[in-house]
């Protein structure tokens, strides 16, 4: 430790002084003293003034030296409690200790972690001394680690308790602390907290996962419409054929109606892989809630208490409306199918809210599902469904939204419901929440960003299905690579008095109607085929000046979107949708009447 220089410097200088007064003083005093007694006196007096000039001096030079001491104090003071602050304020737990694994300091989220309000509590401390001293030994080896030289750093993952009894994951580093002659004298730890990042990472994780499963959903969906559209249109020719009560008949009718639930199944997997056919228009949620709320309180009647909380105006939404009563009958089933014993069903509005400002960089909440980019910032209207069943334990929740997967027995549910949710709300630009425990209800929550401006015509119109089915004297040039999807459509379209072309490609079709005979009314082309597509298609008649009318029949729904000048009869199609499409289309591009 350094000595203070004041105090030399005063010893230095009283040195000097005493010597230099010594040595000319007394000349000085023989010289004018006169005789023995004036002698005396005035080396009395020079002895005085010896010891107060000196008492003046050293008075001065301890006082500065006290000084200086004071603002050394001073600086370490304040240097300490900029340390302490840093050290409070840095997130991570941070501590260190000697070499035998006693605590030398630590910060205050550390000292608070092991019980102590003040970090200074913590000094002298053991880990057998902390709440975990069960595993005193594992921080021990780790600790020896450090210690013995063998390791600079180390980094490894703990999972501790919270004490709500949830888990809070860390990062633990070590570093050892060396003298300045290279020495280990303990060690500096530091605990970072990353739950937030753990569950981004799962959030994530679990969003690829189903974005993987709705890419191979909409293939497989794709293939199994123009399966669909074959036996369905096919079994509604032979049903027109055949007596109802005969026994072919009604073997028929089982086949359509096994077809026509199928058809729904393919529909839900499009709804999962946000291929859904949707009618937007401004929809507004609280008039939706109060046109379902009487039939909802039917379906619950008994067991259950049902509540509607849709007071006060909200703003509308973009949305289709029947997809919306969709969603929100499919959450109440699911609701009531988790309390066989009854329970209580509430439907909530809430907003319109921001949530969070993704411009501001703010994390959205954790609860969020299957979230792998942040949805657009603005304001959001929520429909919720809370219940009080019986939950979900994490497991089942991280999977509760991919296709086929169902907790209820065999036969009571196909798993495709709440799918279909999670991917119509992603269509809409929304998002769909889930909070739930085991034991402790569950609440979905489907998010609708605001409508801002005027909502977009319909892109489609439904079809009436009043009436019998029109007939036409047109001829229709039909495009598709698939032989028995072209033969069903030529018979159906037959049936109802067109002439039908048909072409396995858009090559060939191209080069029959550049043959120009017979004449085409109406093109109506597979939108996905090997060599030329159906976009190629039309592009090749639009160079070439051809105006004959095109329409585009495709499995990829939200590939049809992207063309919204162009008519579309999406598949699968039944024959009555195949037979009406065609003649809404040819009427609509001004072809003669039928």
Same mark, same amino acid.
């Given at each position: 430790m350094?000595?203070s220089? #004041?105090p030399?410097?005063?010893?230095l200088?009283?040195?000097v002084?005493?010597?230099?007064w010594?040595?000319f003083?007394?000349?000085a005093?023989?010289?004018?003293?006169?005789?023995?007694?004036?002698?005396?006196?005035?080396?009395?007096?020079?002895?005085?003034?010896?010891?107060?000039?000196?008492?003046?001096?050293?008075?001065g030079?301890?006082?500065?030296?006290?000084?200086?001491? !004071?603002?050394?104090?001073?600086?370490?003071?304040?240097?300490?409690?900029?340390?302490?602050?840093?050290l409070?304020?840095?997130p991570?737990r941070?501590?260190?200790?000697?070499?035998?694994?006693?605590?030398?300091g630590?910060?205050?989220?550390f000292?608070?972690?092991?019980g102590?309000?003040?970090?200074?509590?913590?000094?002298?401390?053991?880990?057998e001394?902390?709440?975990?001293?069960?595993d005193?030994?594992?921080?021990?080896?780790?600790?020896?680690?450090?210690?013995?030289?063998?390791?600079?750093?180390?980094?490894?993952?703990?999972?501790?308790?919270t004490?709500?009894?949830?888990?809070?994951?860390?990062v633990?580093?070590k570093?050892?602390?060396?003298s300045?002659?290279?020495?280990?004298?303990?060690?500096?730890?530091?605990?970072?907290d990353?739950?937030g990042?753990?569950l981004?990472?799962?959030?994530?994780?679990?969003?690829?996962?189903?974005?993987a499963i709705?890419?191979?959903?909409?293939?497989v +969906?794709h293939?199994?419409?123009?399966?669909?559209?074959?036996?369905?249109?096919?079994a509604?020719?032979?049903e027109?054929?055949?007596?109802?009560?005969?026994?072919e008949?009604?073997?028929?009718?089982?086949i359509?109606?096994?077809?026509?639930?199928?058809?729904?199944?393919?529909?839900k997997l499009?709804?999962f892989s946000r291929?859904?056919d949707l009618t937007? #228009?401004?929809?507004?949620?609280?008039?939706?809630?109060?046109?379902?709320?009487?039939?909802?309180?039917?379906?619950?009647a008994?067991?259950?208490?049902?509540?509607v909380e849709?007071?006060?105006?909200?703003?509308?939404v973009?949305?289709?409306?029947?997809?919306?009563?969709?969603?929100?009958l499919?959450?109440?089933?699911?609701?009531?199918?988790?309390?066989?014993?009854?329970g209580?069903i509430?439907?909530?509005?809430?907003g319109p809210t921001?949530l969070?400002d993704?411009?501001r960089?703010?994390a959205?909440?954790? !609860?969020v599902?299957? =979230?792998?980019?942040?949805p657009?910032?603005?304001r959001y209207?929520?429909?919720?469904?809370?219940? +009080?069943? !019986?939950?979900?334990?994490p497991?089942?929740?991280e999977?509760?939204?991919?296709?086929?997967?169902?907790?209820?027995?065999?036969?009571? /549910?196909?798993?495709?419901?709440?799918?279909?949710?999670y991917?119509?709300?992603?269509q809409?630009?929304g998002?769909?929440?889930l909070?739930?425990?085991?034991?402790?209800?569950a609440t979905?929550?489907?998010?609708?960003?605001?409508?801002?401006?005027?909502?977009?015509a319909?892109?489609?119109?439904?079809?009436?299905?009043?009436?019998?089915?029109?007939r036409?004297?047109?001829?229709?040039?039909?495009v598709?690579?698939?032989?028995?999807?072209?033969?069903t /459509?030529?018979?159906?379209?037959?049936?109802?008095?067109?002439t039908?072309?048909?072409a396995?490609?858009?090559?060939e079709?191209?080069?029959m109607?550049?043959r120009?005979s017979?004449?085409?009314? =109406?093109?109506l082309?597979?939108y996905?085929?090997?060599g030329?597509d159906?976009?190629?298609?039309?592009? #090749?008649m639009?160079?070439?000046?051809?105006?004959?009318?095109?329409?585009?029949?495709?499995?990829f729904?939200?590939?049809?979107?992207?063309?919204?000048?162009?008519?579309?009869?999406?598949?699968?199609?039944?024959?009555e949708e195949?037979?009406?499409?065609?003649?809404?289309?040819?009427?609509? #591009?001004?072809?003669?009447p039928a």
């Amino acid at each position: 430790m350094k000595l203070s220089r #004041a105090p030399l410097i005063a010893a230095l200088v009283y040195a000097v002084v005493g010597v230099l007064w010594i040595t000319f003083s007394d000349a000085a005093v023989v010289s004018v003293a006169r005789d023995a007694d004036a002698l005396i006196q005035l080396q009395r007096w020079k002895g005085w003034l010896y010891v107060a000039a000196t008492s003046v001096l050293v008075y001065g030079l301890v006082a500065a030296s006290l000084r200086s001491e !004071h603002r050394l104090a001073r600086r370490l003071r304040l240097a300490e409690e900029r340390l302490r602050l840093v050290l409070d304020t840095i997130p991570s737990r941070v501590l260190w200790k000697d070499r035998a694994g006693r605590y030398l300091g630590g910060n205050r989220r550390f000292a608070e972690d092991a019980g102590y309000q003040d970090p200074d509590d913590l000094v002298g401390r053991t880990d057998e001394e902390m709440p975990w001293a069960h595993d005193a030994s594992r921080v021990r080896e780790s600790d020896e680690a450090i210690l013995s030289g063998r390791a600079e750093r180390l980094d490894y993952e703990i999972v501790l308790p919270t004490r709500d009894g949830g888990q809070r994951h860390e990062v633990v580093t070590k570093v050892p602390l060396r003298s300045p002659d290279g020495e280990i004298t303990g060690l500096l730890a530091s605990y970072e907290d990353i739950t937030g990042r753990k569950l981004a990472e799962r959030q994530l994780r679990h969003a690829q996962k189903l974005r993987a499963i709705g890419e191979l959903t909409s293939g497989v +969906t794709h293939d199994f419409k123009n399966v669909l559209s074959v036996i369905i249109a096919n079994a509604e020719l032979l049903e027109r054929a055949l007596e109802a009560d005969t026994e072919e008949g009604r073997t028929v009718a089982d086949i359509l109606s096994a077809s026509r639930s199928a058809a729904g199944m393919v529909r839900k997997l499009l709804g999962f892989s946000r291929e859904s056919d949707l009618t937007l #228009a401004a929809v507004d949620l609280r008039g939706v809630v109060r046109n379902v709320a009487p039939m909802l309180s039917r379906l619950l009647a008994g067991r259950f208490r049902f509540d509607v909380e849709a007071g006060g105006d909200v703003p509308p939404v973009l949305a289709d409306i029947d997809v919306v009563e969709q969603m929100l009958l499919n959450l109440i089933t699911n609701a009531r199918d988790a309390m066989p014993d009854g329970g209580e069903i509430r439907i909530r509005l809430v907003g319109p809210t921001s949530l969070w400002d993704a411009e501001r960089g703010d994390a959205p909440p954790m !609860h969020v599902i299957g =979230l792998d980019t942040p949805p657009a910032p603005g304001r959001y209207i929520g429909l919720e469904v809370e219940d +009080t069943g !019986h939950g979900m334990a994490p497991e089942v929740a991280e999977r509760i939204f991919e296709p086929f997967y169902t907790t209820k027995p065999t036969g009571q /549910g196909t798993g495709l419901g709440l799918s279909m949710v999670y991917g119509l709300m992603r269509q809409l630009g929304g998002f769909v929440t889930l909070q739930t425990a085991e034991g402790e209800g569950a609440t979905f929550g489907l998010w609708f960003p605001v409508l801002v401006g005027e909502a977009p015509a319909a892109a489609r119109q439904r079809p009436s299905t009043a009436g019998s089915l029109p007939r036409g004297v047109e001829t229709v040039l039909l495009v598709d690579d698939q032989e028995d999807l072209r033969r069903t /459509g030529s018979r159906v379209l037959r049936r109802f008095g067109y002439t039908v072309l048909e072409a396995a490609d858009g090559a060939e079709a191209l080069a029959m109607l550049r043959r120009g005979s017979p004449r085409v009314d =109406l093109v109506l082309t597979d939108y996905v085929m090997p060599g030329m597509d159906g976009i190629a298609l039309v592009d #090749a008649m639009h160079a070439e000046g051809m105006g004959i009318p095109v329409a585009l029949t495709s499995g990829f729904a939200g590939l049809v979107e992207q063309h919204p000048g162009l008519p579309a009869i999406p598949k699968p199609w039944t024959m009555e949708e195949l037979v009406r499409g065609v003649r809404r289309i040819l009427d609509g #591009a001004g072809a003669p009447p039928a």
